[in-house]
Protein backbone atom coordinates (compact mmCIF):
# COMPACT_ATOMS: atom_id res chain seq x y z
CA UNK A 1 0.00 0.00 0.00
CA UNK A 2 1.09 3.64 -0.68
CA UNK A 3 1.77 5.94 2.37
CA UNK A 4 3.32 8.67 3.58
CA UNK A 5 4.33 8.94 7.23
CA UNK A 6 5.54 11.98 9.12
CA UNK A 7 6.29 11.38 12.68
CA UNK A 8 6.56 14.12 13.81
CA UNK A 9 3.41 16.31 14.82
CA UNK A 10 4.58 19.14 16.02
CA UNK A 11 8.53 20.75 16.08
CA UNK A 12 9.77 23.87 17.98
CA UNK A 13 12.76 25.58 18.03
CA UNK A 14 14.45 28.59 18.32
CA UNK A 15 15.65 31.02 15.38
CA UNK A 16 18.47 29.86 13.90
CA UNK A 17 18.79 26.53 15.47
CA UNK A 18 18.76 23.94 12.51
CA UNK A 19 15.68 21.72 12.25
CA UNK A 20 14.93 18.27 9.96
CA UNK A 21 11.75 17.07 9.23
CA UNK A 22 11.14 13.11 9.04
CA UNK A 23 9.47 11.58 6.00
CA UNK A 24 8.89 8.13 5.81
CA UNK A 25 6.79 6.79 2.70
CA UNK A 26 5.62 3.31 0.95
CA UNK A 27 5.24 2.52 -2.06
CA UNK A 28 5.07 -0.62 -4.40
CA UNK A 29 6.31 1.29 -7.16
CA UNK A 30 10.04 1.41 -8.44
CA UNK A 31 9.59 4.77 -9.95
CA UNK A 32 8.01 7.46 -8.40
CA UNK A 33 8.43 11.60 -7.32
CA UNK A 34 8.67 12.77 -3.18
CA UNK A 35 8.04 16.46 -2.92
CA UNK A 36 8.12 19.04 -0.47
CA UNK A 37 5.52 21.60 0.63
CA UNK A 38 4.95 24.53 3.13
CA UNK A 39 1.65 25.46 4.16
CA UNK A 40 1.94 28.54 6.03
CA UNK A 41 -1.12 30.02 8.04
CA UNK A 42 -2.54 31.20 4.84
CA UNK A 43 -3.43 28.21 3.54
CA UNK A 44 -1.45 27.86 0.31
CA UNK A 45 0.66 24.57 -0.30
CA UNK A 46 3.97 26.12 -1.77
CA UNK A 47 5.97 24.13 -3.42
CA UNK A 48 9.30 23.59 -1.65
CA UNK A 49 11.48 20.60 -3.62
CA UNK A 50 11.26 17.39 -5.35
CA UNK A 51 13.06 14.21 -6.00
CA UNK A 52 12.75 11.36 -8.09
CA UNK A 53 13.18 8.03 -7.04
CA UNK A 54 16.29 7.15 -9.68
CA UNK A 55 18.30 10.18 -8.15
CA UNK A 56 19.88 9.44 -4.55
CA UNK A 57 21.60 12.61 -4.39
CA UNK A 58 21.36 14.76 -1.96
CA UNK A 59 21.17 18.47 -2.27
CA UNK A 60 21.41 21.89 -0.73
CA UNK A 61 19.33 24.53 -2.31
CA UNK A 62 19.84 27.90 -0.08
CA UNK A 63 18.95 27.22 3.93
CA UNK A 64 16.72 23.83 2.13
CA UNK A 65 18.24 20.37 2.11
CA UNK A 66 16.95 17.50 1.78
CA UNK A 67 18.30 13.75 2.40
CA UNK A 68 16.66 10.98 0.08
CA UNK A 69 17.50 7.06 1.53
CA UNK A 70 16.04 4.52 -0.76
CA UNK A 71 17.34 2.10 1.74
CA UNK A 72 15.30 3.11 4.55
CA UNK A 73 12.59 4.91 2.59
CA UNK A 74 13.17 8.10 4.32
CA UNK A 75 13.01 11.58 2.43
CA UNK A 76 14.06 13.76 5.63
CA UNK A 77 14.07 17.92 4.88
CA UNK A 78 16.22 20.08 6.56
CA UNK A 79 16.24 23.87 7.65
CA UNK A 80 19.48 25.52 8.59
CA UNK A 81 19.84 28.58 10.42
CA UNK A 82 15.56 28.41 10.73
CA UNK A 83 13.95 31.84 10.82
CA UNK A 84 10.68 32.89 12.18
CA UNK A 85 8.80 33.03 8.90
CA UNK A 86 9.65 28.99 8.56
CA UNK A 87 6.92 28.68 10.85
CA UNK A 88 4.42 26.44 8.93
CA UNK A 89 2.80 22.93 8.28
CA UNK A 90 5.23 21.31 5.93
CA UNK A 91 4.13 18.24 4.15
CA UNK A 92 5.90 15.32 2.53
CA UNK A 93 4.05 13.68 -0.26
CA UNK A 94 4.71 10.72 -2.82
CA UNK A 95 3.54 10.82 -6.51
CA UNK A 96 3.38 7.56 -8.14
CA UNK A 97 2.45 6.53 -11.73
CA UNK A 98 -1.24 5.52 -12.97
CA UNK A 99 -2.81 4.17 -16.13
CA UNK A 100 -3.56 7.51 -17.83
CA UNK A 101 -2.57 9.96 -14.88
CA UNK A 102 -1.11 10.02 -11.98
CA UNK A 103 -1.62 9.89 -7.65
CA UNK A 104 -0.12 11.60 -4.92
CA UNK A 105 -0.65 11.15 -1.32
CA UNK A 106 0.23 13.28 1.37
CA UNK A 107 1.63 12.89 4.92
CA UNK A 108 0.03 14.08 7.54
CA UNK A 109 2.04 17.21 8.25
CA UNK A 110 5.04 18.67 10.93
CA UNK A 111 3.56 21.86 12.14
CA UNK A 112 7.12 23.90 12.53
CA UNK A 113 7.18 26.70 14.85
CA UNK A 114 10.10 28.68 14.88
CA UNK A 115 10.33 30.85 18.15
CA UNK A 116 12.00 34.14 18.05
CA UNK B 1 2.13 34.84 -14.57
CA UNK B 2 -0.46 34.49 -12.52
CA UNK B 3 -0.79 31.46 -9.91
CA UNK B 4 -3.88 29.29 -9.29
CA UNK B 5 -6.92 30.73 -8.14
CA UNK B 6 -9.75 29.31 -6.63
CA UNK B 7 -13.01 31.02 -6.03
CA UNK B 8 -14.91 31.60 -3.63
CA UNK B 9 -12.06 31.71 -1.10
CA UNK B 10 -14.84 31.28 1.90
CA UNK B 11 -18.28 29.48 1.56
CA UNK B 12 -21.24 28.66 4.46
CA UNK B 13 -23.85 26.41 3.65
CA UNK B 14 -26.49 24.41 5.82
CA UNK B 15 -26.96 20.68 5.58
CA UNK B 16 -28.45 19.18 2.31
CA UNK B 17 -27.44 22.31 -0.14
CA UNK B 18 -25.27 21.56 -2.95
CA UNK B 19 -22.14 24.21 -3.40
CA UNK B 20 -19.74 24.57 -6.86
CA UNK B 21 -16.26 25.54 -6.39
CA UNK B 22 -14.15 27.17 -8.82
CA UNK B 23 -10.59 27.10 -10.29
CA UNK B 24 -8.12 28.82 -12.46
CA UNK B 25 -5.08 26.68 -13.08
CA UNK B 26 -1.54 28.53 -14.21
CA UNK B 27 -2.14 29.28 -17.70
CA UNK B 28 -0.93 26.68 -19.96
CA UNK B 29 -1.34 24.06 -17.33
CA UNK B 30 -3.45 21.19 -18.61
CA UNK B 31 -4.23 19.15 -15.58
CA UNK B 32 -5.97 20.27 -12.03
CA UNK B 33 -6.44 18.05 -9.39
CA UNK B 34 -8.49 18.51 -6.51
CA UNK B 35 -7.85 17.55 -2.68
CA UNK B 36 -10.19 17.99 0.61
CA UNK B 37 -8.11 18.61 3.80
CA UNK B 38 -9.66 18.71 7.69
CA UNK B 39 -7.38 18.32 10.69
CA UNK B 40 -8.67 14.48 11.10
CA UNK B 41 -8.14 13.54 7.50
CA UNK B 42 -5.50 15.83 6.35
CA UNK B 43 -4.69 15.97 2.65
CA UNK B 44 -7.34 13.83 0.36
CA UNK B 45 -6.76 13.17 -3.30
CA UNK B 46 -10.35 13.94 -4.65
CA UNK B 47 -9.70 13.80 -8.88
CA UNK B 48 -7.56 15.24 -10.91
CA UNK B 49 -8.28 16.04 -14.58
CA UNK B 50 -6.84 16.39 -18.33
CA UNK B 51 -8.04 18.09 -21.62
CA UNK B 52 -11.60 17.72 -20.07
CA UNK B 53 -11.26 14.33 -18.75
CA UNK B 54 -11.14 12.90 -15.02
CA UNK B 55 -8.31 10.13 -15.30
CA UNK B 56 -8.45 10.09 -11.98
CA UNK B 57 -10.11 9.82 -8.81
CA UNK B 58 -10.43 9.37 -4.85
CA UNK B 59 -12.44 7.73 -2.45
CA UNK B 60 -15.04 10.38 -2.09
CA UNK B 61 -19.17 8.84 -2.70
CA UNK B 62 -20.97 10.39 -5.51
CA UNK B 63 -22.15 13.74 -3.82
CA UNK B 64 -18.08 14.76 -4.95
CA UNK B 65 -17.99 15.51 -8.62
CA UNK B 66 -16.24 17.25 -11.08
CA UNK B 67 -15.75 18.60 -14.29
CA UNK B 68 -12.75 20.78 -16.14
CA UNK B 69 -13.73 23.05 -19.40
CA UNK B 70 -11.59 23.71 -22.44
CA UNK B 71 -9.95 26.13 -21.22
CA UNK B 72 -8.58 24.10 -18.54
CA UNK B 73 -10.59 25.90 -15.28
CA UNK B 74 -12.58 23.23 -13.19
CA UNK B 75 -15.10 23.05 -10.98
CA UNK B 76 -16.09 20.61 -8.53
CA UNK B 77 -19.52 20.03 -6.72
CA UNK B 78 -20.31 18.40 -3.60
CA UNK B 79 -24.32 17.63 -3.66
CA UNK B 80 -26.44 17.06 -0.37
CA UNK B 81 -23.84 18.29 1.97
CA UNK B 82 -23.17 17.03 5.19
CA UNK B 83 -21.13 18.24 8.51
CA UNK B 84 -18.64 16.35 7.46
CA UNK B 85 -18.37 18.12 4.42
CA UNK B 86 -16.65 20.90 6.43
CA UNK B 87 -13.31 21.51 4.66
CA UNK B 88 -10.43 23.47 2.87
CA UNK B 89 -10.66 22.28 -0.98
CA UNK B 90 -7.25 22.90 -2.67
CA UNK B 91 -6.63 23.19 -6.65
CA UNK B 92 -3.71 22.29 -7.68
CA UNK B 93 -2.10 22.76 -11.39
CA UNK B 94 0.51 21.17 -13.18
CA UNK B 95 2.02 21.77 -16.69
CA UNK B 96 1.91 18.27 -18.38
CA UNK B 97 5.40 16.22 -20.15
CA UNK B 98 4.67 15.55 -23.69
CA UNK B 99 2.69 12.63 -22.98
CA UNK B 100 0.12 14.11 -20.48
CA UNK B 101 0.78 15.38 -16.88
CA UNK B 102 1.94 12.69 -14.58
CA UNK B 103 3.82 12.01 -11.34
CA UNK B 104 6.72 13.83 -12.23
CA UNK B 105 4.86 16.97 -12.39
CA UNK B 106 5.37 19.55 -9.68
CA UNK B 107 1.72 20.90 -8.61
CA UNK B 108 0.73 24.40 -7.83
CA UNK B 109 -1.87 24.92 -6.04
CA UNK B 110 -4.10 27.49 -4.99
CA UNK B 111 -5.21 29.20 -1.56
CA UNK B 112 -8.13 27.35 -1.25
CA UNK B 113 -11.79 27.45 -0.82
CA UNK B 114 -12.77 27.45 3.00
CA UNK B 115 -16.25 25.09 3.35
CA UNK B 116 -18.35 25.61 6.18
CA UNK B 117 -21.13 23.18 6.87
CA UNK B 118 -24.04 24.42 9.29
Known amino acids: AQKVTQAQTEISVVEKEDVTLDCVYE???????LFWYKQPPSGELVFLIR??????QNEISGRYSWNFQKSTSSFNFTITASQVVDSAVYFCALSEDRTGGFKTIFGAGTRLFVKA | KAGVTQTPRYLIKTRGQQVTLSCSPISGHRSVSWYQQTPGQGLQFLFE???????NKGNFPGRFSGRQFSNSRSEMNVSTLELGDSALYLC?????????????????FGPGTRLTVL
Open chain 2, 49 to 55: YFSETQR
Open chain 2, 92 to 108: ASSFPGTSGATYTDTQY
Open chain 1, 51 to 56: RNSFDE
Open chain 1, 27 to 33: TRDTTYY
